[in-house]
């Protein structure tokens, strides 16, 4: 059973950075590519990072370029969302994805709000 859960979400202010984790279980980690996705309130999810399996193929959404860096250790089942210089636009909860056998699979979400 595929299962995500993320972690590292919280309350900061505007110029600060978290960084989230995403454990994985349920399927052989290190051969997905993995995604986050954020979803701020009123709007739609939205594509924030991609890694491929191996993590030599990465990457951004324009707003995030050069702020955010993902990550992931294969060895420990776990992918990771380095967040810095924070904005408020950046509030939002973030999902961590995985597309297994044609099939979605979301974490339950961890929320980061930036604000002063």
């Known amino acids: 059973q595929v299962q995500l859960v993320e972690s590292g979400g919280g309350l900061v202010q505007p110029g600060g950075s978290l960084r989230l984790s995403c454990a994985a279980s349920g399927f052989t980690f290190s051969e997905y590519g993995m995604k986050w996705y954020r979803q701020a309130p009123g709007k739609g999810r939205e594509l924030v990072a991609y890694i491929s399996s191996l993590g030599d193929f990465i990457n951004y959404a324009d707003s995030v370029q050069g702020r955010f860096t993902i990550s992931r250790r294969n060895g420990k089942n776990t992918l990771y969302l380095q967040m810095t210089s924070l904005k408020s636009e950046d509030t939002a909860v973030y999902f961590c994805?995985?597309?297994?056998?044609?099939?979605?699979?979301w974490g339950p979400g961890t929320q980061v709000t930036v604000s002063p």
């Open positions: 994805h995985v597309r297994f056998f044609e099939r979605d699979y």
